[in-house]
T-cell receptor, first 109, second 117 residues
Framework: QKEVEQNSGPLSVPEGAIASLNCTYSDRGSQSFFWYRQYSGKSPELIMF????GDKEDGRFTAQLNKASQYVSLLIRDSQPSDSATYLC??????????FGSGTQLTVL | SAVISQKPSRDICQRGTSLTIQCQVD?????MFWYRQQPGQSLTLIAT?????????ESGFVIDKFPISRPNLTFSTLTVSNMSPEDSSIYLC??????????????FGPGTRLTVT
């Protein structure tokens, strides 16, 4: 079983729609969770992180965390073509290292 | 966020040789990490670079192949030794903590694209 699983892509949404990206993790010791965006040929760019159950909003982005279900998600409202990228979910371990999922490729049409 | 630079940005090397990648941060940071991203894959942690002590390596990575130095709180190097084509990857350093002192956030350098022929 993979440590971090993300919904398989590629995911396509029309411009202006909500894009929903999902992630499950196996390490119950993980306390904080990071979402990165990676454009082709570029390094990952931090979007936001969350460490409390519930929702955390930052502009058009909302992260949702449910530790009991070991589930974290990222919603992108009013999706724009510039949001087209690969989105990486990464729980933070006890040694402060990040474990990355395989990523979900998002295309905003 | 901290400003991170890496040198070289890319290189083409012959098998059997070694390459040292430098990572420089514009502010002191406690935690520095080295990751590898193989073509079409996600990121895999190689090791945590500890200041003043040996690096902590993840399973599957060994010091003889990927020696790491961390002489101070703003600089680290990763060497890829005795390279083979399988080492062709993007190597990224990351740091935890930004200018505002937020210790949770982890930022990545621009990466070093290595091709081994």
């Amino acid at each position: 079983q993979k440590e971090v699983e993300q919904n398989s892509g590629p995911l396509s949404v029309p411009e202006g729609a909500i894009a929903s990206l999902n992630c499950t993790y196996s390490d119950r010791g993980s306390q904080s969770f990071f979402w990165y965006r990676q454009y082709s040929g570029k390094s990952p760019e931090l979007i936001m992180f969350i460490y409390s159950n519930g929702d955390k909003e930052d502009g058009r982005f909302t992260a949702q965390l449910n530790k009991a279900s070991q589930y974290v998600s990222l919603l992108i409202r009013d999706s724009q073509p510039s949001d087209s990228a690969t989105y990486l979910c990464a729980p933070r371990g006890s040694a402060r290292q990040l474990t990355f999922g395989s990523g979900t490729q998002l295309t905003v049409l | 966020s901290a400003v991170i630079s890496q040198k070289p940005s890319r290189d083409i090397c012959q098998r059997g040789t070694s390459l040292t990648i430098q990572c420089q941060v514009d502010s002191q940071v406690t935690m520095m990490f080295w990751y590898r991203q193989q073509p079409g894959q996600s990121l895999t942690l190689i090791a945590t670079a500890n200041q003043g002590s040996e690096a902590t390596y993840e399973s599957g990575f060994v010091i003889d192949k990927f020696p790491i130095s961390r002489p101070n709180l703003t600089f680290s190097t990763l060497t890829v030794s005795n390279m083979s084509p399988e080492d062709s990857s993007i190597y990224l350093c990351s740091v935890e903590g930004g200018r505002d002192g937020n210790s949770y956030e982890q930022y990545f350098g621009p990466g070093t694209r290595l091709t081994v022929t």
